[in-house]
């Protein structure tokens, strides 16, 4: 079971830290993912981290802008978002996946909302 926390209103520019505590299961042997939906959009793949951690991956639009990073033994994933854009506006949602990329998740958590204004 996978729980976000951590959206919100933000100002552009600003930014946001998103959370996403994992339980019932062996995080650590998960990659895991996040993911954002923007209104009247499909589905977007953001982010993804190996199990260890030696291995992150951000898509073009948000590589410099975002860190993911994973504390094992907390069993959380984190997402931090600076210079956030309104174009970032979506639901955050974060994933496991026992395979890598993580792009067909075996586990999603039920989305945080982050809006970003202008």
């Known amino acids: 079971q996978l729980a976000e926390s951590g959206g919100g209103l933000v100002q552009a520019g600003g930014s946001l830290r998103l959370s996403c505590a994992a339980s019932?299961?062996?995080?650590?042997?998960?990659?895991m993912g996040w993911f954002r939906q923007a209104p009247g959009k499909e589905r977007e793949f953001v982010a993804a981290i190996r199990r260890s951690a030696q291995y992150t991956y951000y898509v073009p639009s948000v590589k410099g802008r975002f860190t993911i990073s994973r504390d094992n033994a907390k069993n959380t994933v984190y997402l931090l978002m600076n210079r956030l854009k309104p174009g970032d506006t979506a639901v955050y949602y974060c994933a496991a996946d026992s395979s890598w990329p993580p792009l067909a998740p075996d586990y999603w958590g039920q989305g945080t909302q982050v809006t970003v204004s202008s």
């Open positions: 019932g299961g062996a995080f650590n042997t998960y990659a």
